[in-house]
């Protein structure tokens, strides 16, 4: 049984040494590359000889799924490293760098860049006899207990011994009885030898437009902006030859075919992601949601609901990609779910649900285990008359305080239980006593410091103007305590090209002062007091000096800037005022002057696709990682607001952010007139986010297994403390645990996350977040409980850190093996028995495939020459922080159809699938991703709605330069615009509106995101990608 995932090969008739399985870096049986952290270094499979081909499949395989049943259950998706499923099997998964023996021309070098996709000699009666056994497949969904249908292979329902569950409610797909369909040819470029789609199957034109140009989209997840230049490319049929589609591990690419038009596939009759949603909307929307029991799957992201803590943390803190975990280690092999927490522990909660509720024990502070120093818990059991409790964690018995004693009631429990948050709630706070203080000392409140590039172009393109302006009013809504009249962060100032200048604006002086360092090889902070100041105390010499600031700088033609030492005087200037805090950097350029952390343009197309790839998401100096190890040790963090107008290295450039919990903002190409309401948006909201400082984690959990993995804006200085200089409310660290031993099924999977860190009023406090999880030893129960969502989090961050050490083919092929290899472990044990030819998926995970899919589109997986490497840099860096809805709307966008507004109801209208298919030359669309917005028109869209949103008379008047929508007094525009906000408001990024025409060339940035359909750079469809893993599910399974 051949293991391996999709790799570039020449067209059919050759094969190639090494292409057959993983050849020599993935896995001979002594090899030491391990990509997984289970099993034992020895045990890993061999792979096939060099030179065999991969195993042909003779029955049907590619079958998509159908439409999910009424009642769709929670869905969420599972992972599997490569390999068959033996229980001592070595599992791949993103690790660090593989050793130096095993690098190399380990992995079969990407270079067929001419060979056709879709060679042309398919044949077309193959493709017509495919297209129509897809067409009339007959999908089954059934759910526990029902009986086999008619077309599947006549059996019982699988039967688990011992499970507290019936089969987990399943997607199948069944060919006729009966049917053949042409065995596949050797996979090409890991295609699915296809043929059976022609074009007008995938992206079928809108009725009666001009065909479809495959060239106007791009990359799914690739921001507009007018930095991106648009492929000035022929408009015509996409080329066979030099879109290879995706290099290696990759379905898709264009289609060439010969003979018959062929029956087209409906794309009804695959699952979708829109009706999951709304199936969960209708079932749980609106309601309240306890969390009184362990182990108890939570509504959709998608879903608005009211939580209640009633012992376990609320979802908004924490999702898991399964909530009942595997009871040993073999199991969790054969599954290959990845077992995970994306935990978000300041995430906002609305006005409707209580607030985290602060316990304070005095001197004493918070009541911990003795042993494991776990924190006081709904999860610890009092004994004998309650004088003592034992640990959930690790079990040791622990004697209670005099001052903490209470007696036990008839069940055994604290008559003063809800009484107690610590002992009723999953999620509170504990005020810090001075043990928890940097040198026993309690902490000063933090600071911000502004920092202006004040070069020739900033000054130039009104941006400093802007800045400086915006301060004068900002200042004022300084996060603040509650109970607080005004905020306690003290602020200062700077201004840097190629030297700093340092303002004292102490409130005693009628005039800023300006003291400027011009050694930036060895910065030092020139004045210590008057430079960190009050703002209420000081506005008048503050609002004068921002008054001053752009006047100062109106003559200078100095276009150098420096920028490490900008942070360097940044931080010292905290560490010198003993304080945390937040710099907030407004930069343009690539550092090119003569300083440390100095930066070439090293953006080398001839790297794309090499083993080298790698090093463009690398920083080009290592004195950013040492300068961002300093900022974590002093609570410092960056916050970098970018306007670059070409290259400025973002993976350099924004390491210091990323590893000090800082948020990257950019606007390419800024125009003052379409880009300062954006811009000036974000900045407020960063500004008056609620963030937590100088910050530490811990996760802690109950005996037989740990955390192992952690992914995020983190800096790691050890295996087990998660540093951050400042987490705010839409950063979230995603936890990956592995077993180290047996789980009891009775006491469950517990996990207790414990921030420390200093509040925005300089005090030290404990944020806490509790979750059990149920353990089981039926492979049914695991996946009856995963969350798509938090997978596709994790499947995200996971693929992302590995680029770093990997080259980019062999982390696509192992997102395609872990998504085929959890599906057939389903399949082979959790299924009725039926008909290989049957693509079955479990309720829960069932449109896994269509998020996988958009993340090996994602530009960040995809090396093209047209695609900006800073922009593939940015959003790396993004995804590495999001949370769960953020990621999910980042891969499955949302496309609204807004010509059909309810304008009585407060209702926005349900979502459709994000698909060329969906739109109508009628109609008007909007399209969110998180950090994109569209407003999409057709051709015929009719002159009373134009009219009603633009005040202009016809679809040719519109301005698509516009970012804003005039301000109309009808219903119909008040709506839409109501919407707008509504979208923007549960986003941490302002989205730019980009007011997109049909059939006009900015199109493609929009098409880009309809991530159902084909990518212009040769990333699978939906349909394609679905028969893919079909064809890998049944290769493992055969």
Known sequence: MSQQGYVATPPYSQSQPGIGGFSAGFGPPNSSLHYGHYGDPNSSYSAPQPGMSKSTVPLGSSAPVGPPPPGTHQFSQTNFQNGPSTPGQQTHRFQGPPPPSNTGASYPPYSHQSQPAYPNTASASSATQLANQLNSMQINSYGPGTASSSCMSSGHPASFQGSQLPPPTQQQIALPPGSRVPPPANNVNGLCAQPSLPPNARQDGIPGSVPPNPNLQQLSGQPPGPGYHPQQASYGPQMAGSQLSYPGAFPGGPAQLVGPQQKKLDPDSIPSPIQVIENDKAARGGQIYATNTRGQVPPLVTTDCIIQDQGHASPRYIRCTTYCFPSSSDMAKQARIPLAAVIQPFALVPPNEAPLYVVNHGETGPIRCNRCKAYMCP?????????????????????VPPFFFQHLDHIGRRVDHYERPELSLGSYEYVATLDYCRNNKPPKPPAYIFMIDVSYRNINSGLVKLICDELKTLLDKLPREEQEESSAIRVGFVTYNKVLHFFNVKSSLA??????????????????????VNFQESRSVVINLLDQIPEMFADTNESETIFAPVIQAGMEALKAAECAGKLFIFHSSLPTAEAPGKLRNRDDKKLLNTDKEKTLFQPQVNSYEALARDCVANGCCVNLFLFPNQYVDVASMGLVTMYTGGTLYKYNNFQLSSDSLQFLADLRKDIEKKTGFDAIMRIRTSTGFRATDFFGAIYMNNTTDVEMAAVDCDKAVTVEFKHDDKLNEDSGALIQCAVLYTSISGQRRLRIHNIGLNCSSQ?????????????????????FKAILSQPLKTVREILVNQTAHMLACYRKNCANPSAVSQLILPDAMKVLPVYMNSLLKSCVLVGRPEIPTDERAYH?????????ADTQLFFYPLLLPIHSLDLKSDTIPAAVRCSEERLSEGGVFILANGLSLFLWLGVSVPPELIQGLFNVPSFAHINTEATLLPDLDNPFSQKLKSVLEHIQNQRPYTMKLIIVKQREQPEMLFRQLLIE??????????????????????????
């Open 379 to 399: 999860f610890m059991q009092f004994i004998e008359g309650g004088r003592r409790y034992q640990c959930g964690f690790c079990n040791c018995i622990n004697d």
């Open 511 to 532: 005039q800023p002062q300006m003291m400027v360092v011009s050694d930036v090889g060895e910065v030092f902070v020139p004045l210590l007091d008057g430079f960190l």
């Open 779 to 799: 492979l049914a129960d695991i996946y009856k409980t995963c969350e798509t969502d938090a997978l596709i989090n994790f499947f995200a961050k996971s693929a």
């Open 876 to 884: 790396r860096q993004l995804v590495m922080s999001m949370g769960v």
């Open 1013 to 1038: 359909d084909k990518s212009i750079y040769g990333g699978a469809s939906y349909v394609d990608f679905l028969c893919c893993v079909h064809r890998e599910i049944c290769q493992l399974l055969s």
